[in-house]
Nanobody, 126 residues
Framework: HLQLVESGGGSVQAGGSLRISCAAA????????MAWSRQAPGKEREVVAS??????DTYYADSVKGRFTISRAGNTLYLQMNFLKPEDTAMYSC?????????????????????WGQGTQVTVSS
């Protein structure tokens, strides 16, 4: 069972960059769907990026495409966020699910993750 801990959030001005991290323990991330989601006050959780560690298939929500990059190194998941906007302000969390390589990673963004970490706050000021 994966335990996930996020870090690296902070405050930045619009147009700036941040890289947030998610350290995973409890399993080796070699056949997992991993996702970053965000939730702003009063809004529903939104999956912004996902990756399948068995193939590196990635997905990005339209709202972040071209600005955010998801990656994985060993048992750490990253989200590089560039050209940040005030509407990117939210609590960012990571989730992970063991997923068979025979199915592939194109559905990683649609899975019902149940192990979101405690999150790291990202605040973008205008």
């Amino acid at each position: 069972h994966l335990q996930l801990v996020e870090s690296g959030g902070g405050s930045v001005q619009a147009g700036g960059s941040l890289r947030i991290s998610c350290a995973a323990a409890g399993d080796t991330l070699n056949r997992h769907c991993m996702a970053w989601s965000r939730q702003a006050p009063g809004k529903e959780r939104e999956v912004v990026a996902s990756i399948y560690t068995g193939s590196s298939d990635t997905y990005y929500a339209d709202s972040v495409k071209g600005r955010f990059t998801i990656s994985r190194a060993g048992n750490t998941l990253y989200l590089q966020m560039n050209f940040l906007k005030p509407e990117d302000t939210a609590m960012y969390s990571c989730g992970g699910i063991l997923w068979p390589i025979s199915v592939g990673g194109r559905v990683c963004s649609q899975l019902a993750y149940d192990n979101w970490g405690q999150g790291t706050q990202v605040t973008v000021s205008s």
